[in-house]
């Protein structure tokens, strides 16, 4: 057959699929589906769970692996007949909720946790992916055949290019009716009856080789089974554990394929379409595997040795020289491959697009939600995300070479989507089943299917090194990919099977029991978990039967969710109960509606309770519509509270101010007093001598004496007026300084000379670096001089070594001068340290040297004034102070 | 017999002049600087008459007067307080004080205070 015509036909096929699209679209459109409705339509779109994994392939698995192939398709069966009710259930809640991925259902049911459905996207793509690949080679494998097989061999096939137009028009084709429109339910009709004729197109193509190969080759029914029983591959050998792990892998993969899932449950149209396929699908899958057998027992004996036992269905004809009934084949494997990559590609972009593209542009662009261009912006993720799905397929394909036997990359893939599993039934079946329950289980299951089945399919040293597989990761051997924690006796799918079901279910159970479900969670949960009580609900509070979860769900919207949950769990322990439910005995409803009369008022929450035990026929819906409003009426007395609050600050700062003031206040009494008592002292003495000297009376020297005490206590009184007028200036910060460039070392001699009049009885040495002294500071020297003397005269007044000594150190750096004044006394207990500079804070009897203890006062104002500090230095052996002054003293504005 | 003063007061002019007066009068006075001193003094020669300065350095005039006070030996010695401070009075009168007079004092004031606690008759001035 000239391969031209191939291509016109596989063409033409296309364009025919294209007009069966087009017109039922058209037909929907109007709202005119007719028999496009019906259950066969449903049931043959079901069909794409037989990809060309399952048209070429499964010969291939029969002519390797003998019977084993059959069990690919015992799994949906089983599902279909014997778990019609999960399905029903899958349908149910996917109608009733809108669901339009599984990746939808997964996030919807666990509180909208969107993270759930990028994971689940993700696991979806990964696994997804070699498995579109595979598609594409099956058509390029196809085309090859026919290539080689044309007698003058006219072109020399390129496979690479082959699989490029063909992603390029199934892209095409997805997007032009994948994407026409936006759908609520995410439906396409054209697709889906598009690929109903497919289904038709592989079974009757399947159906005709078959025959053709009973009758044509093999000579009659007859013939065959003797053929058959004579072939190796027709005993049974059944290996228990991997039958059951194939059957139960396929039961999965038939639930949680996302292209399944897309068909089964968003395309659903009616409920009862479910009847008619849980018994017409399985027949489906009966014919498509009847000739499976034959097919590979006579191919295995009139092809030559080495031909490729996958591609048998179409290699038989042509051999044969039947090149229109391998033209029909071709066909049939063209369907195959092309409905599998339209319908998964459709269901990964509505994932990809609403889980991962949409929620990154909202995010990049805040404010979008609201504009009108959203719908586009949506279909045109939806496009891009089947480019990307096709360009990834491709991707693989073109990686991985075109290379590995098909059945392979089929089940890693069906393992991969199998992940879901727990996380699904958990979430209609177990209410109890949580969002961190789902995460832990979809990571899980996610790395320890990626580390022993779908890195391992890339073969030793491609994506884990062959040291991983025989002494395991990091050299734990308990970590071979294909032997974990030792299991060596199972093949790697059963053992893939095996632990990452086994530890995802784990993970998923631990996770669920141990976390607390959110409020959103709790609603989804029950709505799903009872889909087919929903309608029913208001009958059943009539009933007497109060759901405890709804109660919480309606506690936690008013009271919040933590008080909520804190008063069940504490009615559920007074009923000795465990957990956080308590049963709705009325006494624990009486306390329930006190609690919320506290929120909503008392005839509000003896409405609600009353309604949802079941007086009123109300839905939950409208119960949590006006718990919604009063958690409004919360919101706005939580701003009146806030502003309580405030006031509450407000008058704890005033407080505060008053406190302040009062200390003051206080200060200033003892100040006065102590101002008092320093005045009064050198009066007392001055009047006591002045009365005697007047009495008279006295020899000359006591006259004398008296005069003097009279003079000293006298100069005394002025400097305490002179020290008090200081401080007030300086304290008031009206001190006018008078700048001027000074010699640091001529400011020391000077305080040095000054200070000697302090007790002149003592002998003092002075230990001092003159050259450091060598500084000009442009400061105020009077002041700073004066506050040098006030510091040698304490040391000369305090030192109580027997041969004092004052070191004075001069250090510059960073245009600032300190000048440590040192002596060798005992110097200033700790507890001290922190109140000499306080006024009138003498602290040992300072009548020797006549103080009023303001001269630390004094000094501290100054260098404030001066912008530098004084402070006291600990760790030195005898009391030390420090004085910090800036090089240059800038005048301040104002 | 002479009688005896004894004074406290940490201010060595203050001091001075009381004990001047107080001689002068003919009476014996002793003399401590601060507190424990005082205490040793008024156990080991009891005076007749005790004139405490309330502002001292270490132990206050009030300790002292507790002290004192609380001593059975000393119990009843009559004690003049000093202070140059306005509200000491009542906590003084509280401690015991026979009597309080508040710095600055004319001399003829403490002198007729002195005699009038030691039982003799005022004389004039």
């Keep these: 057959m000239p391969f031209n015509l191939l291509v016109l036909s596989c063409l033409l096929y296309v364009a025919f699929l294209f007009a069966v699209a087009f017109l039922v679209e058209r037909r929907a459109a109007r709202g005119r589906l007719g028999w496009l409705r019906s259950p066969l339509v449903y049931t043959l779109s079901l069909s794409i769970y037989c990809t060309a994994w399952t048209f070429y392939g499964a010969v291939g698995y029969a002519a390797r692996s003998g019977l084993e192939f059959l069990t690919i398709y015992f799994g949906p069966t089983l599902v279909f007949i014997g778990w019609w009710w999960l399905l029903r259930k899958l349908v149910r809640i996917g109608r009733q909720y809108h669901v339009t991925s599984i990746a939808d259902l997964i996030s919807s049911r666990y509180g909208k946790s969107n993270l759930l459905g990028v994971i689940v996207t993700l696991i979806a793509v990964i696994a997804a992916t070699p498995y579109i690949a595979l598609q594409l080679q099956s058509v390029v494998l196809s085309f090859g055949v026919f290539a080689s097989a044309a007698p003058d061999g006219s072109r020399p096939l390129d496979p690479g290019q082959t699989a490029v137009w063909v992603a390029v028009g199934l892209a095409f084709f997805t997007i032009l009716f994948g994407t026409r429109n936006l759908d609520a339910r995410e439906q396409h009709h054209g697709i889906v009856t598009a690929i109903a004729v497919e289904a038709v197109v592989k079974l009757v193509a399947l159906l005709a080789v078959g025959s053709f190969v009973v009758w044509g080759i093999a000579g009659g029914v007859a013939e065959v089974i003797a053929k058959i029983d004579a072939a190796d591959l027709s005993a049974w050998q059944v290996e228990p554990g991997r039958w059951t792990g194939l059957i139960f892998l396929s039961a999965a993969a038939v639930i949680t394929l996302p292209r399944m899932f897309q068909v089964m449950v968003v395309e659903n149209e009616d409920e009862g379409h479910l009847a008619r396929a849980s018994w017409a699908f399985p027949l489906y899958l009966l014919a498509m595997s009847l000739f499976i057998v034959p097919i590979a027992v006579v191919g295995l004996e009139r092809m030559p040795a080495g031909s490729n036992p996958d591609m048998f269905v179409l290699t038989l004809p042509l051999a044969e020289g039947q090149g229109a009934l391998a033209m029909l084949v071709f066909l049939g494997g063209f369907s195959s491959a092309t409905s599998m990559v339209i319908v998964e590609s459709i269901a990964l972009a509505t994932m990809i697009s609403n889980h991962v593209m949409i929620p990154l542009w909202l995010r990049l662009r805040p404010g979008a939600a609201a504009a009108d261009d959203l719908r586009s912006v949506v279909l045109m993720a939806r496009r891009l995300a089947i480019a990307i799905v096709l360009a990834l397929g491709y991707g693989y394909y073109h990686v991985s070479g075109g290379s590995a036997a098909l059945a392979a990359i089929g089940l890693v893939a069906f393992l991969g989507v199998a992940q879901v599993l727990p996380a699904m039934l958990g979430g209609i079946f177990w209410r109890g089943a949580t969002r961190t329950g789902a995460l832990l289980g979809l990571l899980t299951g996610l790395v320890v299917w990626a580390y022993t089945s779908f890195l391992p399919s890339f073969g030793p040293g491609a994506a884990l090194s062959e040291a991983v597989f025989t002494q395991g990761l990091f050299g734990l051997s308990w970590l071979r990919p294909q032997a974990l924690f030792g299991t060596q006796t199972m093949d790697p799918i059963t053992h893939a099977l095996f632990w990452s079901m086994a530890l995802n279910v784990l993970a998923f159970c631990l996770g669920s029991l141990f976390t607390f479900p959110g409020p959103v969670e709790r609603l989804q949960g029950a709505a799903f978990v009872n889909v087919f009580e929903g309608s029913v609900g208001p009958q059943r509070w009539a009933r007497g039967q109060v759901d405890p979860e709804a109660l919480l769900g309606m506690a936690q919207r008013i009271l919040g969710e933590e008080t909520a949950l804190s008063f069940f769990q504490d009615a559920a322990r007074s009923q000795g109960k465990e957990g956080f439910l308590p049963d709705p005995t009325p006494t624990f409803l009486d306390q329930l509606e006190t609690r919320l009369s506290g929120s909503v008022g008392a005839a509000t929450a003896h409405a609600m309770i009353s309604q949802l035990v079941g007086r009123a026929t109300v839905t939950v819906e409208d119960l949590m519509a006006v718990a919604s409003e009063s958690a409004q009426l919360l919101e706005y007395s939580t701003q009146l509270e806030a502003r309580e609050a405030e006031l509450t600050r407000t008058a704890g700062a005033l407080r505060e101010a008053n406190e302040k003031l009062t200390q003051l206040s206080l200060q200033k009494d003892a100040f006065l007093s102590q101002i008092s008592h320093e005045l009064r002292t050198p009066m007392t003495s001055i009047r006591a001598f002045s009365e005697i000297l007047t009495d008279g009376d006295l020899p000359p020297e006591a006259v004398m004496r008296y005069g003097r005490i009279i003079h000293d206590e006298a100069k005394r009184l002025t400097r305490l007026l002179d020290n008090l007028l200081d401080l007030s200036v300086l304290e008031n910060g009206s001190v006018q300084l008078n700048l001027g460039l000074a010699s640091l070392q001529g400011m020391i001699d000077t305080a040095l000379t000054a200070a000697r009049q302090t007790r002149p009885d003592r002998d003092f040495l002075v230990v001092r670096d003159l050259p450091s002294e060598a500084i000009y500071l442009k400061t105020d020297a009077d002041r700073l001089t004066q506050v040098f003397i006030n510091l040698i005269s304490n040391a000369r007044k305090y030192c109580d070594a027997a041969r004092p000594e004052l070191r004075i150190v001069v250090r510059q750096r960073a245009g600032r001068v300190t000048v440590d004044f040192i002596d060798n006394g005992k110097g200033i207990p700790k507890d001290s340290q922190s109140l000499i500079f306080e006024k009138f804070a003498r602290l040992t009897d300072a009548n020797r040297a006549g103080g009023a203890g303001l001269g630390l006062a004094i000094c501290r104002e100054i260098m404030t004034s001066l912008g530098g500090a004084v402070a006291y230095l600990p760790g030195q052996k005898g009391a030390a102070f420090r004085v910090t002054v800036p090089l240059r003293l800038e005048r301040q504005a104002a | ?125």
């Design chain 2, 1 to 125: 017999m002479t009688q005896h003063v004894l004074l406290i007061e940490d201010e060595p002019n203050i001091a001075e002049a009381i004990r001047f007066l107080l001689t002068r009068d003919g009476l014996r006075v002793s003399h401590a600087a601060e507190g424990a001193a005082a205490l040793q003094m008024v156990w080991q020669d009891p005076p007749d008459l005790m004139i405490l300065d309330h502002m001292l350095p270490g132990m206050s005039g009030l300790e002292i007067l507790t002290a004192v006070r609380a001593d059975p030996k000393s119990r009843d010695l009559p004690v003049l307080m000093l202070t140059a401070r306005g509200r000491d009075r009542e906590m003084a009168q509280e401690a015991g004080a026979d009597c309080f007079m508040t710095k600055p004092f004319s001399n003829a004031e403490i002198l007729a205070e002195v005699r009038s606690m030691l039982g003799q008759p005022r004389r004039g001035g």
